[in-house]
Nanobody
Framework: QVHLVESGGGLVQAGGSLRLSCAVS????????MGWFRQAPGKEREFVAA????????VYADSVKGRFTISRDNAKNTVNLQMNSLKPEDTGVYSC??????????????????????WGQGTQVTVSS
């Protein structure tokens, strides 16, 4: 199957930065839309950012727009999430996900967790106030 492994989480002060990476493996994964989601304690999983088919459009949650940047490095088989100006509200377990749909997917659908077929285990991000 497709394997996704997140790294880069940790504890950071408010206003600081972290870069998360998602190492991907599996056939054709480089063509899949990719997304980042997070889940805070006691909360539902929340959309953060996504990139459509490799090199395609990006979409962000309003809460992170202008602060977070999603990118792909096909040579290194990674999907990254650069997080700047972090806030305590950004605290949560961050997971990357891959959408294995054979047809094109809309930017709207990329906001929905159920659209994705493969998930990593997640990496903890804690932002202190």
């Amino acid at each position: 199957q497709v394997h996704l492994v997140e790294s880069g989480g940790g504890l950071v002060q408010a206003g600081g930065s972290l870069r998360l990476s998602c190492a991907v493996s599996g056939r054709t994964v480089w063509t899949y839309p990719m997304g980042w989601f997070r889940q805070a304690p006691g909360k539902e999983r929340e959309f953060v950012a996504a990139m459509n088919r490799s090199g395609g459009s990006t979409v962000y949650a309003d809460s992170v727009k202008g602060r977070f940047t999603i990118s792909r490095d096909n040579a290194k088989n990674t999907v990254n999430l650069q997080m700047n100006s972090l806030k305590p509200e950004d605290t949560g377990v961050y997971s990357c996900a891959a959408d294995a749909q054979v047809v094109g997917v809309s930017d709207f659908k990329l906001r929905v967790p159920s659209e994705y077929d493969y998930w990593g285990q997640g990496t903890q991000v804690t932002v202190s106030s």
